[in-house]
Each structure stands twice: as structure tokens, then as C-alpha cells.
């Protein structure tokens, strides 16, 4: 039987491997463990494997999960990576420690008023649409400078950089171009807020394409825990 910590494992090499084809650094890349929809046991595994960073979608899943933990595994980083409403978002700022899907100044204003004075500041990427679908959230290219600039002004967030999802496809090409054209953006945006440092992009079916392109933390699901 294949284990939480096996899968880990066989993740973390992939890491490694894309890093060094493209003679990248691993400790370059961060992982970032997707538990959304796995039960707090599967959670305690990888934490148990070494692993400290998570990743949540869903806010009410996400609060319970953390407020569960948060005695015996207070090191545990939570990251928020699904989309937000507004009147949800005081729960990401009162628990989470990373919000990667900014993409609106009411969102960034909400976050940053609702942060607790007692906690550091959150950090936040901003989701940027690089798809061709419609479907898919995120900011136009275009207007990252601008919430980019937002974000930087409020006290209570840090602006870390960009995140995306790529097309749903087996273009590898069109992921590959897609990947290219944000690493691009937040070249342009790392020259302006030294506080940039993270690239927000790579799953479990595309992570090497991803890392080859610039990703900086990579979000890793069911290669780790499992189809959902
Ligand atoms: C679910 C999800 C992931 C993980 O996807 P896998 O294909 O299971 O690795 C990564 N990022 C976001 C935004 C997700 O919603």
C-alpha cells in the first residue's frame, strides 16, 4: 500500500527532478499540500512526514480544519487558494496565513480590515487569468499593476506574488505558453515590491511544466492524498 508519506516523497523527488532538468534549486520551490475535501487524519500524516504547508478551497472546511489543529500543530502554515466572496472574507483573514486568489480591491480592503491587530500580516498573492476560458477567475494581465498597487498600500496584507490555473487541457504547449506569459508579469512586478518573492503555479497533473517555467511553490493535491 502507497502512503501519505510515500506519495509525499514521490512528489517531493518529481520536484527535484523538474528543478534539476531545468537547473533550478529545489529548495527554490516550495509544496504546498492541498487537503481540501481529505479528513484531519490525512492532514496529521503528512504533517507527521515533515510536511507544513496546506492548502484549503473552501472557506467553512478550511476554518474547522484549522481551528482543530491549531493546539497540537501550531507551525502548520494555511493557505487559502479558492475563490472568495466578499462576505467571506473574514474567516481567511481571522485563519489563514496565505490568500492566493485575490482579485478584486473589495476583496484586498476586506482582508486587510479584518485582519486581527494579534496576527502578522496576511500574505497574498493576486490570481491572475492566464486561460483561454471564460470561466476561470482571476484578474485580466492588464490590470495586476493596478490591484497590485492596492494591495501594497494596506498595512495588513503583504504582497507575495501571482498565482494561476491553466487551461484544463493536454496542450501541453498552450499550458507551457501560459505559464511563460505570467512568469513574465511577475518578473516586470518582482522589480517593483521587493516583497515578491512567491509564483504561485503547478498541480499535480502539470508541476514540471510549471517548475520549468518559474514556479516558485507548487500546489499539490491528489498526487499527495489522492483522488477526490
Ligand atoms: C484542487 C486544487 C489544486 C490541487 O490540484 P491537484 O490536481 O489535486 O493537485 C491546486 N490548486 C488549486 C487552486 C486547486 O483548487
Redesign the pocket.
Known amino acids: 500500500m502507497t502512503t501519505i508519506a510515500d506519495r509525499l516523497s514521490i512528489a517531493q523527488s518529481r520536484i527535484n527532478q523538474a528543478a534539476q532538468n531545468c537547473s533550478r534549486l529545489p529548495s527554490d520551490i516550495s509544496l504546498l499540500a492541498?487537503s481540501?475535501t481529505k479528513p484531519i487524519n490525512d492532514i496529521i500524516a503528512a504533517y507527521e512526514a515533515g510536511q507544513r504547508q496546506f492548502g484549503e478551497?473552501y472557506v467553512q472546511e478550511g476554518e474547522t480544519k484549522i481551528t482543530a489543529l491549531a493546539a497540537d500543530y501550531p507551525d502548520i502554515e494555511w493557505h487559502f487558494?479558492?475563490p472568495l466572496q466578499s462576505n467571506k472574507t473574514k474567516i481567511v483573514a481571522e485563519h489563514f496565513d496565505w490568500m492566493h486568489t485575490v482579485s478584486r480591491d473589495k476583496i484586498a480592503q476586506r482582508l486587510n480590515d479584518q485582519r486581527p491587530d494579534s496576527k502578522l500580516p496576511l500574505n497574498v498573492c493576486i490570481q491572475v487569468n492566464i486561460s483561454q476560458e471564460d470561466s476561470k477567475s482571476g484578474v485580466d494581465a492588464n490590470q495586476v499593476a493596478t490591484l497590485a498597487l492596492t494591495i501594497s498600500q494596506l498595512p495588513n496584507l503583504t504582497l507575495r506574488g501571482l498565482m494561476a490555473?491553466p487551461t484544463a487541457t493536454d496542450n501541453t504547449q498552450l499550458q507551457q505558453q501560459e505559464f511563460a506569459n505570467l512568469k513574465v508579469l511577475y518578473d516586470q512586478l518582482k522589480l517593483q515590491y521587493p516583497s515578491i518573492d512567491t509564483l504561485s503555479m503547478g498541480?499535480?497533473?502539470d508541476m514540471d511544466i510549471a517548475i520549468a517555467n518559474g514556479s516558485t511553490m507548487v500546489?499539490?493535491?491528489?498526487?499527495i492524498f489522492g483522488e477526490r
Do not use: D, E, H, L
Open positions: 492541498v481540501k478551497n487558494i479558492g490555473i498541480m499535480s497533473g500546489r499539490i493535491g491528489s498526487a
